[in-house]
């Protein structure tokens, strides 16, 4: 596709309940990279993939949180047990070969996760 | 570890006069800065990047951006603000964790401009 497509767009969901994001990046990238950002806070890292493995995964918050990447390409981000303070904008960024020095990564438009 | 601080929350200029927007960093050896935009309803955008080459950077929609180690500085700069140029910006960082590279982001700023 022309960009990175996050569906869907908009979820919400009840506390307790299970939620899948996906995220579609560009042709060809191999880096993946999941953000979350919160209301009024920058992005903060949650997870790398090079490939179909993930490279760093320290930054997701606890064991409810997992993303998986088994054909190299498409991910999805999975969310056990939401709780309230999942709730946020939910980013995913590709990039050719990974780094953000040495080659562009590109963003998509978020999907924003409420939990009520 | 590597941080940024992004110095105001809001930041309001007339149209047509220049803009600044104000960004430490915190690091422990020479670091790659960035600076984004987010649009609402729109994807992260890179206006531009500092990776130890020429300390002034030239980016896209006439930003700017001059690296000042003495100062441990990374300021955005524009000389004249259109409207569209009303976003969020944030200025980040480039920090290596175990051979991976990712990036930390500032709190942002919110750009207004009036008309």
């Known amino acids: 596709g022309a960009g990175v497509s996050q569906t869907p767009s908009n979820k919400v969901t009840e506390k307790g309940k299970y939620v899948e994001l996906r995220c579609d990046p560009i042709?060809?990238?191999?880096?993946l990279y999941w953000y979350r950002q919160s209301l009024g806070q920058g992005p903060e890292f949650l997870i790398y993939?090079?490939?179909?493995?993930?490279?760093?995964d320290s930054g997701l918050p606890n064991d409810r949180f997992f993303a998986v990447r088994p054909e190299g390409s498409v991910s999805t981000l999975k969310i056990q047990r939401t709780e309230r303070g999942d709730s946020a904008v939910y980013l995913c960024?590709?990039?050719?070969?990974?780094?953000?020095?040495?080659?562009?990564?590109?963003f998509g438009q978020g999907t924003r996760l409420t939990v009520v | 570890a590597q941080s940024v601080t992004q110095l105001d929350s809001h930041v309001s200029v007339s149209e047509g006069t220049p803009v600044l927007l104000r960004c430490n960093y915190s690091?422990?050896?020479?670091?790659?800065l960035f600076w984004y935009v987010q649009h609402p309803n729109k994807g992260l955008q890179l206006l531009l990047k500092?990776?130890?080459?020429?300390?002034l950077v030239k980016g896209i929609n006439g930003f700017e951006a001059e690296f000042k180690k003495s100062e441990t500085s990374f300021h955005l700069t524009k000389p004249s603000a259109h409207m569209s140029d009303a976003a969020e910006y944030f200025c980040?960082?480039?920090?290596?964790?175990?051979?991976?590279?990712?990036?930390?982001f500032g709190t942002g700023t919110r750009l207004t401009i009036i008309p």
């Open positions: 980040v960082v480039s920090q290596l964790n175990f051979g991976n590279e990712k990036l930390t």
């Open positions: 500092y990776t130890s080459a020429a300390t």
């Open positions: 960024a590709s990039s050719l070969w990974g780094g953000f020095v040495g080659t562009e990564a590109f």
């Open positions: 042709s060809g990238h191999t880096a």
């Open positions: 993939f090079q490939g179909t493995g993930a490279a760093d």
């Open positions: 690091s422990s050896y020479s670091p790659s």
